[in-house]
Nanobody
């Protein structure tokens, strides 16, 4: 069974930075594409960023493009989300998710339904 544990959330002022980490265990990490999603109070969960199993392909929501960077370290079984120039509207619970993939292509998915496993989430609060 896959387990995902997020860390790195917290309270930061607008314009600041945070780095989220997601530790993966239970299966072969490099067999999974990974994604970050977020959910703000009263809103639906939304896609933030995703990365292919190799790290060769990445995608971002328009709202975070140019400010957030997703990366992974397959030797450490960890995926990261570097968040810069944070805005109050980035306030949400951030979840990492794992999508079991066939390592034929090098793609990722931006749809939450495609992901097989989810972490418990970490709170990010950006004050104005």
């Amino acid at each position: 069974q896959v387990q995902l544990v997020e860390s790195g959330g917290g309270l930061v002022q607008a314009g600041g930075s945070l780095r989220l980490s997601c530790a993966f265990s239970g299966r072969t990490f490099s067999s999974y594409a990974m994604g970050w999603f977020r959910q703000a109070p009263g809103k639906e969960r939304e896609f933030v960023a995703a990365i292919s199993w190799s790290g060769g392909s990445k995608g971002y929501a328009n709202s975070v493009k140019g400010r957030f960077t997703i990366s992974r370290d397959n030797a450490k079984n960890t995926v990261y989300l570097q968040m810069n120039s944070l805005k109050p509207e980035d306030t949400a619970v951030y979840y990492c998710a794992a999508d079991r993939v066939a390592r034929i292509g090098d793609s990722y998915n931006s749809q939450g339904w495609a992901y097989d496993y989810w972490g418990q989430g970490t709170q990010v609060t950006v004050s104005s």
